[in-house]
């Protein structure tokens, strides 16, 4: 297995645990929990293979669904969701940095071995690490956190641009993208301890109209 399948395989268990943990949240049944789990955890692989124009990998291989179904066996064995909540925000926070950071990687890469351009390579690291993340929230009711977390989507896009320079110069390798892939969780993690976000359009005055 190399760097990027066990990278994906990560992001896969992460993302699924999110989708539990926003599930559980929510109130929702046992189905309801799968449903929202197994889309956080598929969806950006989807929209990225649909706009490459192939068949999605969740359709041919079964290792994603594997490893969704062993996440949320363990999830519902350890009564994750019934931790403190202390503890039961920051598993969510840990989770879905750690999703949005390995399926950035595993797009940009994809992205490469198509032989995309920049805007191509970011693209597909951001669709694939932001997908799964809309469906959930949309499936919820709720606004999407990449409209209203920048630094959330800013990860996806310095991952596929730092991954096509690196792959220009031939320098990605599998060291390399440990070294994305831990920059990346930092500064993820960092913005949300320090609460860091990109600048609004509206002025202080107008959220009171």
Request: glycine share 10%.
């Amino acid at each position: 297995m190399n760097a990027t399948d066990l990278i994906g395989l990560m992001g896969t268990a992460a993302f699924t645990i999110s989708g539990y943990l926003v599930g559980y949240r929510k109130g929702l049944d046992l189905l309801g929990v799968i449903i929202v789990s197994l889309l956080t955890a598929i969806g950006g692989g989807i929209i990225r293979d649909m706009l490459i124009g192939r068949l999605p990998a969740v359709f041919t291989s079964n290792t994603s669904l594997i490893m969704i179904a062993i996440t949320l066996i363990l999830a519902m064995v350890f009564h994750l969701a019934k931790r403190e909540q202390r503890i039961l925000s920051w598993s969510f926070y840990i989770a879905d940095a750690i999703g949005l950071v390995a399926f950035s990687i595993t797009g940009a890469q994809i992205g490469l071995l198509y032989e995309l351009n920049l805007f191509g390579v970011v693209s597909l690291a951001f669709v694939t690490a932001v997908g799964g993340g809309m469906v959930r929230d949309t499936l919820v009711n709720e606004v999407p956190e990449i409209l209203t977390e920048g630094i959330y989507g800013t990860v996806a896009v310095l991952i596929g641009l730092f991954m096509f320079m690196l792959d220009t110069v031939a320098y990605l390798n599998a060291w390399t993208l440990y070294f994305i892939a831990s920059l990346g969780l930092i500064l993820r993690l960092w913005a949300i301890v320090a609460k860091m976000h990109l600048p609004t359009l509206q002025k202080k005055s107008d959220y009171k109209n």
